[in-house]
């Protein structure tokens, strides 16, 4: 399996709702290091996985709603939980719909995969993986 993998950060506020969370339930903010990693069994005829730019296009496109933002306060969110494996997801749904639609300079129909990884720390990270067919 080839892979290319792309890297942006954020910057977010949010709270936490449940006694697990501890001091989290309070507003707190966060930096988040995002890795995509998009994944092909074979290169295509240029010889890549995606084109390296587009991938980073795509990927900042996505995060740019979120950066600098109280996530308490975004409507889609409302009610949930924004946690760091929540997020993941929610990066990996649009991205795989960026590469459904070959917006990533090649047929998103030769793509395997996406993993999407956020890094809360040096020591601590989550990541979701998914097909997208």
Do not use: C
Not at 30 to 59: K, P, S
Not at 107 to 124: C, D, F, K, M, Q
Request: proline residues 2%.
């Amino acid at each position: 399996m080839f892979a290319v993998e792309v890297r942006q950060h954020i910057m977010v506020a949010h709270s936490f709702r449940g006694e697990v969370f501890g001091p989290a339930q309070r507003l707190h903010g966060a930096t988040f290091v995002v890795d995509a990693a998009f994944m092909a069994e074979r290169l295509d005829a240029n010889g890549i996985v995606v084109d390296i730019g587009r991938a980073q296009e795509v990927l900042k496109s996505v995060l740019a709603p979120l950066d600098y933002r109280n996530l308490d306060e975004v409507p889609e969110f409302a009610g949930i939980n924004t946690t760091t494996e929540f997020l993941t997801r929610h990066v990996f749904d649009a991205l795989a719909a960026a590469a459904r639609a070959d917006a990533l300079g090649r047929n998103g129909r030769e793509l395997a995969a996406i993993r999407v990884t956020l890094s809360e720390s040096h020591l601590a990270r989550a990541w979701y993986e998914g097909a997208l067919w």
